[in-house]
């Protein structure tokens, strides 16, 4: 990812500790805040420029909710099952981190990720464009240590402390904004026959019915062996060992991490829960969205 890996000029002044991650990023509209040194005026340029094509599949996701799983999930859809041989970025494209040249020379069919919220996704509004999308949505609390444990992954010299970390969580002072909102912005439009929303702690529960989910709406009618045979090599722990060994980065920054359930219990406090509860209701108390939060950490 251009901010966290490459860093650069952008974020020197965050290597030295002088100042928080967040205050190297970039903005766009709504506030919404980029990594540093993603060429934010490219990024605008693909929302209005890319075209949309029915052959074209969206993962989209906020960060730490399963869109590099599903992608996997996708190519081995495609592929008749066969586990991919080569890194991630050979079937999954992240087009917001390419300049508009880059993204006009990408060889289609292939996956595109997208982690922006439903109003920047690039093409315009999906459910008045020919392409598919899978949206996964995650339990907050989950997302949150799963989005902090990145970062501590990532830190140079500034450490970065848990409590002051959930805050700007909450507030949406993260990359891509408030996840309570990016959830909610996909919900509204969850009944348009081109999107297709998965709840990630049900995908773990039932990997099976996951992929047959994924396949129909794919447009795949798939054997049932074949089904379970791609649930079985889809789980998270085989593809993080398949696609680490492709790539030394995602190891080393831990980019798909064990993808559990219940995490946050060793994490959050009584205060934490109140408050992350507290905007859940507050952002999402009008839909009828239930989190599975996990009563114990499953593995």
């Known amino acids: 990812m251009t901010g966290y890996v490459g860093l650069a ?14 205050d190297t990023c970039d903005t766009i509209g709504d506030g919404l805040l980029l990594y540093p040194g993603s060429k934010k005026q490219d990024i605008l340029d693909h929302c209005k420029k890319f075209a949309a094509r029915p052959s074209h599949v969206f993962i989209t996701s906020y960060l730490r909710s399963g869109t590099n799983w599903i992608s996997y999930i996708v190519q081995l859809i495609r592929n008749d099952g066969a586990v991919p041989e080569v890194d991630l970025d050979h079937f999954a494209v992240s087009i917001d981190e390419m300049t508009q040249e880059e993204v006009e020379a990408i060889e289609f ?17 999906p459910h008045q464009s020919p392409a598919k999308y899978i949206y996964s949505y995650r339990n907050p609390r989950d997302v949150a240590v799963s989005l902090f444990l ?17 805050d700007d969580f909450i507030s949406g002072n993260v990359t891509y904004g408030s996840q309570l909102h990016h959830i909610k912005s996909w919900w509204e439009h969850r009944d348009s026959p081109n999107i297709l929303m998965l709840s990630y702690e049900r995908m773990k529960k039932d990997p099976v019915g996951a992929v047959q989910s994924i396949s129909t709406f794919l447009g795949y009618q798939l054997s049932q062996k074949l089904i379970e045979e791609i649930a079985a090599n889809s789980r998270i722990n085989k593809m993080k060992k398949n696609l ?56």
């Open 9 to 22: 000029d952008s974020a020197e002044k965050f290597l030295t500790g002088s100042i928080s991650f967040y």
């Open 109 to 125: 069919p292939r996956i595109i990720k997208w982690h922006f919220p439903y109003d920047h996704v690039a093409g315009g509004p």
């Open 150 to 166: 990145l970062n501590k992954g990532l830190e140079k010299v500034r450490p970065i402390v848990w409590s002051e970390f959930l």
């Open 244 to 299: 680490e060994s492709f790539n030394s980065a995602l190891t080393k920054y831990k980019y798909v991490r064990k993808g559990v359930v219940g995490e946050w219990h060793n994490y959050f406090g009584p205060e934490d829960i109140k408050k992350l509860d507290a905007a859940v209701k507050e952002k999402l108390g009008d839909t009828d969205i239930v989190f599975d939060y996990g009563d114990t950490i499953d593995q």
